[in-house]
T-cell receptor, first 117, second 112 residues
Framework: AQKVTQAQTEISVVEKEDVTLDCVYE???????LFWYKQPPSGELVFLIR??????QNEISGRYSWNFQKSTSSFNFTITASQVVDSAVYFC??????????????FGQGTRLTINP | EPEVTQTPSHQVTQMGQEVILRCVPI?????FYWYRQILGQKVEFLVS????????KSEIFDDQFSVERPDGSNFTLKIRSTKLEDSAMYFC??????????FGPGTRLTVL
C-alpha cells in the first residue's frame, strides 16, 4: 500500500527564516505523482506543485523550492525567507493511478507551519 | 479561472438523518472525487468516479455513502444515516486525468 509520512507535526520559525518541510513516501508503482498542498486557516486546499516520478529535477517558484530524491523516496519543500502569510498546514500527497486514469491521492498527516513576526 | 464549487459551506444535521453534499466540478473534467478531513487530521480519499460509475472507493465509503452525477454538472455525495463520526470537512475534487486535482472549498458537516 502507498504511504506518505510527514514526520514534522508542527514547525514554528521567525519571519525571514528558511524552513524545510520533509516528506517521505512509499510506493511499489514505477509511475506515480507527488504533490504539495497548502491549507490556510480558511480551510481550502491550495495546489502548490505536482511532480511525476520520472522527473527528478528540482524546482523553484519564487520563494518556494522542491527537492525530489527518488533514491531516498523523499520530496521535501523549502520556503526561503518565510513570511507570516506562509502560516498554514502543508500536506504532501502521492497519487495512485488506476487503469481508467483516475488518481487516488494519499495524503500525509500534514505539517502545521507557524511563522512568527 | 474555472473552479470547483460546493454547497452548502456548512451543514448541521441530527444523527440518523440523511444529508446530500453537492459539488459542481469544472466543466470539461472527466474524473470526480470526494475526500474527507476530520478536524485536525489528514485528508482521506473516499471515492473516485469516472464514466458515470465508481472507479474506486475506500474502506470508509461503506453502504451508508453513495455518489451520483444526476445531470451534466452536479456531483453529489449522500450519507444515508449520519453518525457522529461523520462530522468532518468534505472536499470535492475534479481532474482531467493524469493532472492536478482541483479541490472545492469544502463542506463542513456537523452531526449532532
Amino acid at each position: 500500500a502507498q504511504k506518505v509520512t510527514q514526520a514534522q507535526t508542527e514547525i514554528s520559525v521567525v519571519e525571514k527564516e528558511d524552513v524545510t518541510l520533509d516528506c517521505v513516501y512509499e510506493t511499489r508503482d514505477t509511475t506515480y505523482y507527488l504533490f504539495w498542498y497548502k491549507q490556510p486557516p480558511s480551510g481550502e486546499l491550495v495546489f502548490l506543485i505536482r511532480r511525476n516520478s520520472f522527473d527528478e529535477q528540482n524546482e523553484i517558484s519564487g520563494r518556494y523550492s522542491w527537492n525530489f530524491q527518488k533514491s531516498t523516496s523523499s520530496f521535501n519543500f523549502t520556503i526561503t525567507a518565510s513570511q507570516v502569510v506562509d502560516s498554514a498546514v502543508y500536506f504532501c500527497a502521492l497519487s495512485e493511478v488506476d487503469y481508467e486514469g483516475a488518481q487516488k491521492l494519499v495524503f500525509g498527516q500534514g505539517t502545521r507551519l507557524t511563522i512568527n513576526p | 479561472e474555472p473552479e470547483v464549487t460546493q454547497t452548502p459551506s456548512h451543514q448541521v444535521t441530527q444523527m440518523g438523518q440523511e444529508v446530500i453534499l453537492r459539488c459542481v466540478p469544472i466543466s470539461n473534467h472527466l474524473y470526480f472525487y470526494w475526500y474527507r478531513q476530520i478536524l485536525g487530521q489528514k485528508v482521506e480519499f473516499l471515492v473516485s468516479f469516472y464514466n458515470n460509475e465508481i472507479s474506486e472507493k475506500s474502506e470508509i465509503f461503506d453502504d451508508q455513502f453513495s455518489v451520483e452525477r444526476p445531470d451534466g454538472s452536479n456531483f453529489t455525495l449522500k450519507i444515508r444515516s449520519t453518525k457522529l463520526e461523520d462530522s468532518a470537512m468534505y472536499f470535492c475534487a475534479s481532474s482531467e486525468g493524469y493532472y492536478q486535482q482541483f479541490f472545492g472549498p469544502g463542506t463542513r458537516l456537523t452531526v449532532l
